[in-house]
């Protein structure tokens, strides 16, 4: 394994029980990103794409296998990390964009954005002012999220991945509810962000997007089919 990769997976398996029933959702998967790719996840629905992006993304924690993130031992082998420094990764490293955006009705487009940052350190709405700038939402900072399109909900969605300076942005179906010209949108966003040496690991059915990236992995029932 290569040690200037941003994302090291070996043989990830994650197995969910459900009274005697075992669901293998993720079973085998080996995985490596480095810095400025783009990796699209495909596959059917149910194949463990969700399951293997949340244990890259260190929100889930593998049966079996070994995972490292930005050069660090995360899970198997001998080193496990603490629950405190998986925190730390989890904000420092990590920008996530969930599939349903997760945005808080009740605050603004701006309150929504600084929202990771509100635990952690205050990074000023300075910071936030540039994400919205580079998203193309300035203008929208006062809005709520009902009073917004789907494509500004999916710019503030990646926008609020971004205000922690992350090396990786994990999105799960960024352009899932989105039509073709919003989607294009959203992936000259995130091909912008791989120039700046962010690495985006996405999960997708848009064939377009799927293929402008880097690399291509498609699962079925949990195992790369192709890649
Ligand atoms: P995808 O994102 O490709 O649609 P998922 O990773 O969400 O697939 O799910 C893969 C499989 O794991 C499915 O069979 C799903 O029902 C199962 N699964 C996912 N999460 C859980 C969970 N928390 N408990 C039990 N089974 C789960
Ligand atoms: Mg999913």
């Known amino acids: 394994m290569a040690n200037d990769m941003i994302i090291s997976a070996r043989d990830l398996s994650k197995v969910f029980r459900r009274g005697s029933e075992e669901v293998r959702a993720v079973d085998g998967i080996s995985f490596e990103a480095g810095a400025g790719e783009m990796v699209a996840i495909t596959g059917p629905s149910g194949s463990g794409k969700t399951t293997l992006l949340n244990m890259i993304g260190c929100l889930d924690n593998p049966t079996s296998g070994t995972l ?3 050069g660090r031992p995360v899970f198997g082998g001998h080193r496990e990390l603490s ?3 998986l925190t730390r990764i989890r904000r420092e490293l ?3 964009v969930f599939q349903k955006f997760y945005l808080i009705p009740t605050l603004t487009v701006e309150e929504n954005i600084m929202l990771p940052g509100a635990f952690y350190q205050a990074p000023g709405a300075k910071a936030a002012r540039d994400v919205m700038k580079l998203l193309g939402i300035e203008q929208r900072y006062r809005h709520l999220p009902g009073e917004i399109s789907g494509g500004e909900m999916q710019r ?3 926008a609020r991945a971004l205000i922690n300076g992350p090396k990786v942005i994990l999105a799960d179906e960024p352009t899932g509810s989105l039509d073709s010209r919003r989607a294009d949108e959203i992936s000259a966003i995130l091909h912008g962000l791989t120039k700046q040496g962010i690495t985006v ?10 293929r402008s990236a880097d690399r291509r992995l498609e699962i079925r029932d949990g195992k790369i089919h192709a890649e």
Not at 201 to 210: I, K, S
């Open 68 to 70: 490292s993130v930005g």
């Open 83 to 85: 629950e405190r420094e």
């Open 94 to 96: 990590f920008g996530y």
């Open 156 to 158: 503030v969605a990646i």
């Open 201 to 210: 690991v996405l999960v997708t059915h848009n064939l377009d997007l799927a």
